[in-house]
Nanobody, 121 residues
């Protein structure tokens, strides 16, 4: 069993930055890959970024070059650094973990509660 707690969401102006955190407990973090997903109102949950157990990142085209995913195994915490935010990034952001991360939300068993990111134009 893994528990995930996200933090770092909030209200930011367009062009601004936020860093989301995802703290994990219940299992050794260095054996886990992590995915970040987001869900805007009336839209399906969509893939944002993932990082493998060994630190290999993968990004959705919509965030490539603006977002950076990372994980600190010593702190059992993953991060999503978000720069150059626009109103289209407004959503609830979720982290999820599994041994081999995936771009498909349905592949994950463990999810955080989500953190709201609102970008004002």
């Amino acid at each position: 069993q893994v528990q995930l707690v996200e933090s770092g969401g909030g209200l930011v102006q367009a062009g601004g930055s936020l860093t989301l955190s995802c703290a994990a407990s219940g299992r050794t973090f260095n054996n886990l890959g992590m995915g970040w997903f987001r869900q805007a109102p009336e839209k399906e949950r969509e893939f944002v970024a993932l990082i493998s157990r060994t630190g290999f990142p993968l990004y959705a085209d919509s965030v490539k070059g603006r977002f950076t995913i990372s994980k600190d195994n010593a702190k059992n915490t993953g991060y999503l650094q978000m720069n150059s935010l626009s109103s289209e990034d407004t959503a609830i952001y979720y982290c999820a973990v599994r041994g081999i991360p995936s771009t498909h939300a349905n592949d994950y068993d463990y999810w955080g509660q989500g953190t709201q990111v609102t970008v004002s134009s």
